[in-house]
């Protein structure tokens, strides 16, 4: 099992930055890839990033066309953590962010694919 727990959410106003924190514990993360998602009020849940946990051509990150640039997935292992720095934030990246992690090093865009969820943190921003 591994537990995720999201932090870093807040109100910003628009052209503004956040940094989203995902704390894991339970087995060892590093075997892990990570992947953050976002779900508006309304809408389903959809891709944003994904990082892998081996470096590989196929395995960079990936990104969502509409965070592309603006958003930067990273992790730090020895702290068992994975972020997501946003910049330039816009009103319509407003959602409830969660962090997912699943065993394969691929980017998958799926929720379905992920096995593990965090509870989510709120993102608001204000136009």
């Known amino acids: 099992q591994v537990q995720l727990v999201e932090s870093g959410g807040g109100l910003v106003q628009a052209g503004g930055s956040l940094r989203l924190s995902c704390a894991a514990s339970?087995?060892?993360?590093?075997?892990?890839?990570a992947g953050w998602f976002r779900q508006a009020p309304g809408k389903e849940r959809e891709f944003v990033a994904h990082?892998?946990?081996?470096?590989?051509?196929?395995?960079?990150?990936y990104y969502a066309g509409s965070v592309k640039g603006r958003f930067t997935i990273s992790r730090d292992d020895a702290k068992n953590t994975v972020y997501l720095q946003m910049n330039s934030l816009k009103p319509e990246d407003t959602a409830v962010y969660y962090c997912?992690?699943?065993?394969?090093?691929?980017?998958?865009?799926?929720?379905?694919?992920?096995?593990?969820w965090g509870q989510g943190t709120q993102v608001t921003i204000s136009s």
């Open positions: 990082i892998s946990y081996i470096t590989l051509p196929s395995t960079t990150p």
């Open positions: 997912a992690a699943k065993t394969s090093p691929f980017f998958i865009t799926a929720p379905s694919e992920y096995h593990y």
């Open positions: 339970g087995r060892t993360f590093s075997r892990y890839g």
